[in-house]
């Protein structure tokens, strides 16, 4: 059975960094492009970066362009996202999730982590 | 980036209902749509894929369709297990986007 679980969440000040890790299980973890999607309080989903198979190419929404980056080790079966300069309105929970097919076309998310809440405030 | 709209932002309904709603793209997206559904304090989860490709699973009375640049997806009779929030999410560009969610809600 596919797991994905995130930990790293937590309060930090703004300004702040912040390292997000998502351990993956029951699937080869090193076949599959992943991503993270926060969804801010109350808020939609908001597709923040996408890592392929092997580690690249990356990439990443306008909004944390600059500030995120998303790496992955495939020998330990691990996610990660740095996340830097933190902001009031990164403020959500970060889900990991599994990209099943294509990267573009026919491509979606299939498995989904439950998530874990950042919170960025003073 | 494309640019995903989802028409309404909510919608009351009855059990049994049919109920639709739309996601229009910035651009071509072909037929790279995926629906996803969302309960309060839950992971998404995947309804449809590839504009009208029902996931395992997923009961049949959920469906989905393209008519040029509007990709709907129909409950033909909505279940109480029904009432969450809708996502649309485009797949044709590596910038994933999503629509900005439709609330279903009991009337």
């Known amino acids: 059975e596919v797991h994905l679980v995130e930990s790293g969440g937590g309060l930090v000040k703004p300004g702040g960094s912040l390292r997000l890790s998502c351990a993956g299980s029951?699937?080869?973890?090193?076949?599959?492009?992943l991503i993270w999607v926060r969804q801010a309080p109350g808020k939609g989903l908001e597709w923040v970066s996408t890592?392929?198979?092997?580690?690249?190419?990356?990439y990443y929404a306008a909004s944390v362009t600059g500030r995120f980056t998303i790496s992955r080790d495939n020998a330990q079966n691990s996610l990660n996202l740095e996340m830097n300069n933190l902001r009031a309105e990164d403020t959500g929970v970060y889900y990991c999730a599994r990209w099943l097919g294509a990267a573009t076309g026919t491509g979606r998310i299939d498995y989904w982590g439950q998530g874990t809440l950042v919170t960025v405030s003073s | 980036d494309i640019q995903m709209t989802q028409s309404p932002s909510s919608l009351s309904a009855s059990v049994g209902d049919r109920v639709t709603i739309t996601c229009r793209a910035s651009r071509n997206i072909d037929t790279f749509l995926n629906w996803y559904q969302q309960k309060p304090g839950k992971a998404p989860e995947l309804l449809i894929h590839s504009a009208s490709t029902l996931q395992s699973g997923v009961p049949t009375r959920f469906s989905g369709s393209v008519s040029g640049a509007d990709f709907t997806l129909t409950i033909s009779s909505v279940q109480p297990e029904d009432f969450a929030t809708y996502y649309c999410?485009?797949?044709?560009?590596?910038?994933?986007?999503f629509g900005q969610g439709t609330k279903l809600e009991i009337k």
């Open positions: 999410q485009q797949s044709s560009s590596d910038y994933y986007t």
């Open positions: 890592i392929r198979s092997s580690g690249s190419p990356t």
């Open positions: 029951g699937f080869i973890f090193n076949m599959y492009s």
